[in-house]
C-alpha cells in the first residue's frame, strides 16, 4: 500500500513522525531514501516520540547507528545511517543483523545502500524537498499492512 503525505514544516514532519510512530511494533523497519537534510532524522524525532522514547533524537552519520531505549517502554528505536555502507562486511560491523531479532523498531536512513539486506516486508519511506520547509513524504508497506490509512497530523 502506498501513501502520500505532505508537511509545510520540521513541525508538522515531527507530528506526522509521531503519528506513524504510534503504529510500528517491535520488527518493523523503515527504509528511508532522501537526500542530504531532506528530514530523515527529523521524522524519525517525530518516530521516537511516538513511541514513546522521547525526542532526543541525533543524526547517526558519525556514529553509524544510535539506540534510543527507556527503562519503562517495552519497545526501543534502533536508527541506522548506511550512507558508508558499500558491503556485507560493512554491515555486519554496524549490529544490523543483531537488532533484527529484538523487539525494536529499526530505522534505517540510506537504505538503497542495503537494498538486498532489508526485509520484504520493510516499510519504505522516501522523503523529497518541495521547498525549504516544505516536504513530499511517501510511505510504501506491503499489500494489506493499513495501519497508516488514517493519519492526521
Not at 17 to 38: F, N, P, Q, S, T
Not at 106 to 116: G, K, P, Q, T
Amino acid at each position: 500500500m502506498k501513501h502520500t503525505y505532505k508537511t509545510a514544516s520540521p513541525e508538522q514532519t515531527i507530528r506526522l513522525g509521531e503519528e506513524i510512530g504510534k503504529r510500528l511494533h517491535g520488527g518493523d523497519v523503515i527504509a528511508y531514501r532522501g537526500g542530504l537534510g531532506v528530514g530523515k532524522t527529523t521524522i524519525t524525532r517525530g518516530i521516537s516520540t511516538g513511541l514513546g522514547l522521547g525526542d532526543e533524537v541525533t543524526s547517526p552519520t558519525f556514529a553509524l547507528v544510535n539506540e534510543y531505549r527507556k527503562r519503562d517502554c517495552n519497545i526501543s528505536l534502533i536508527h541506522f545511517d548506511m550512507y558508508r555502507i558499500t558491503s556485507a562486511e560493512d554491515l555486519e560491523t554496524t549490529g544490523f543483523y543483531d537488532h533484527m531479532d529484538e523487539d525494536a523498531v529499526l530505522a534505517v536512513e540510506w537504505s538503497e545502500n542495503i537494498d538486498d539486506e532489508l526485509p520484504e516486508n520493510c516499510i519504505r519511506l522516501t522523503i523529497n524537498r518541495l521547498s525549504e520547509d516544505e516536504r513530499e513524504l511517501i510511505l510504501e508497506t506491503a499489500d494489506g499492512d493499513d495501519r497508516f490509512e488514517d493519519i492526521s497530523y
